[in-house]
């Protein structure tokens, strides 16, 4: 903004009348029979360029940056990263920051979910939306706890269209598509926007509180769960999916009962604990690991699908060792998505782990990668690139490892980025599904999603580790939810493009961040 143009109205002088002498040559500039003029009768209009100097108009914006006026009312952003929230000061949502923000508050808050596949099929992008999740509930009483299996239904567009979407809408349509059905769609358009979601959910008893769940990806009926009890329950709800289909109009023909109680309890760990993943790669294949740093591992019986308390043959493969014999505990496992004898494990005390299956009493590689001893509390393997492993630290640190560089050796490992801008424990993160450079990270103010394919020029860090932190925002970072009250974990919808849901001490948040 340096120039303002201002529209003036032109104004011409009187005509000025030459005499002609009878006698006289007619010159140029007289109008006689051979010599006539024509004159346009359109005046012309000329723009007037007022100039604005253009160092007092940046420092004017800078000044207004992130700060509106209503009602003489001042509003300012508020990013968690940057600056801490005064007590008192109330949080208000800006909805044109979403494509689609809806929430949800239920009877007891849940510490972990999952979102259940379906068969609605991949990369969805049509609004309205539909969804089914599983959660565990964390009630006041072990016998109030319960296992929760919803659908989320009319999930509407909350924000309005960009630009970019409508002109994407048009070369994908065409316009002669567009010329004749603008109307009807922008009617069915407004219809949809006016639905209100839709919740069915039931609800199956569980024995005390719920640390962790995880649905089978190759067979979302079957729901892990990791108890406080210490016991890792397996449930079949493949009757309340089928409920959920012939509730929405899909084929009644397969109606199975409702099962109540888990088909399968394992209460083999010698504690209670917070790591369990399923195996991407070999179907049936779970990993599960407790507080007293005992990892089991679990495969398939000959006729699993039976869902019965012989479904699973459970071993209890590995145990602490190393160094990190005084602070055991696995706080979260990993399977690798491309080798199904392979995971990863974080433990407390920094450790990093990975394990083969073929290789049995102790890991293959084992790094430290916190040098203060801080807790590694969550991991993620990319889907995509599989040499990419991303952890989350109780002090906060977020970082992106190459594990080509897991060697053992006593050269400290540098990972390829560092994040060190929370001040907070990081309490999830999640690659994207289907984008490998990006990342969803929660920690207890907010949830945060990366691109890490934005990063500084080599030749200008000198190859060094990319660092970001000291109360700067990242370039890498690319959208902040914020609202919610002590954020524990966060998961990609794997059919829906970019939709997000997390869970909170205050419930449930699924959006779709409006610049992805």
Known sequence: MGKKSKRTQSSSAPAQKSNVKKDSKPTLLDETTDNLRFEDPF???FEEEEVINEENDEMADDNDEGKTRTGGAGVESWNPLTSKLE???KLEVDESAYKMHHSLTPEWPALSFDILRDNMGESRSRFPHSMIVASGSQADRADRNKLTIMKLSDLCRTGSKNRSEKELEDDVLGDEINKDGDSDEEEEEDEIEDLDPVIEHY???HNGGVNRVRAMPQRPEVVATWSDKGKVNMYNVRGILDSFERSSGGDSSSSRKIARDPFFVYQGHSTEGYAMDWSRVN????VTGDCDGNIHLWTPSEGYTNYSNSSFKVSSAYGPSGDNIDNPSVEDLQWSPTEGTVFAAAECGGYIKIYDTRCSGRPMLSNKIHENNSDVNVISWNPIVSNLLATGGDDGLFSVWDLRNFQSTDAPLQPLARFTCHKNPITSLEWHPS???MIV???EDATYI???SIEEDEE???????EVGDGSIPPQLLFVHCGSQSTKEAHWHPQISSLVMTTALSGYSAFIPSNL
Not at 283 to 286: Q, S
Not at 460 to 466: F, V
């Open 87 to 89: 007590p008192g000061t």
């Open 283 to 286: 179907e049936g294949h779970l």
């Open 435 to 437: 984008d490998e450079s």
């Open 203 to 205: 609800s199956l008893k």
């Open 441 to 443: 990270v929660t920690d």
């Open 43 to 45: 005046e012309d209009e």
């Open 450 to 452: 990366y691109d890490l």
């Open 460 to 466: 200008e860090d000198g190859g060094k580790t990319a």
